[in-house]
C-alpha cells in the first residue's frame, strides 16, 4: 500500500519556481501603471565580488537577491498548492 510523503525537495521546487515566475510578472506589472507595487523590490547579497587566490587558480564568488512583493506572493502561493497537493 503506497503512502502520500511529502518530499522537501519538490517544496523547494515549488518555492523556487513560484519566486522565478512571482519576479517575472513582478517584471511585467511595473508597464501597468495601477500594477506598480508588484514590482517594488529590494536588493540585497555581495555588492563586490570575493576573490579566493589559490596561486594556481582564481576563484570568485558573487550572490545576489531581488526580492519583489510578486514574487512573495507567487512563493505564498506555491507553498499553498504544495500543501493542497
Known amino acids: ?4 510523503e511529502k518530499n522537501i525537495w519538490i517544496l523547494l521546487i515549488f518555492i523556487l519556481s ?18 506598480w507595487w508588484l514590482s517594488y523590490s529590494q536588493s540585497f547579497g555581495l555588492q ?3 576573490t ?3 596561486s594556481i587558480m582564481q ?8 526580492i519583489s512583493v510578486s514574487s512573495i506572493i507567487g512563493m505564498v502561493l506555491a507553498i499553498f498548492i504544495y500543501k493542497k497537493i
Open 18 to 35: 513560484g519566486l522565478v515566475v512571482g519576479g517575472l510578472l513582478g517584471e511585467l506589472a511595473a508597464r501597468v501603471p495601477w500594477l
Open 52 to 54: 579566493l587566490d589559490l
Open 59 to 66: 576563484i570568485t564568488f558573487a550572490l545576489m537577491f531581488k
Open 48 to 50: 563586490s565580488p570575493v
Open 1 to 4: 500500500m503506497a503512502t502520500k
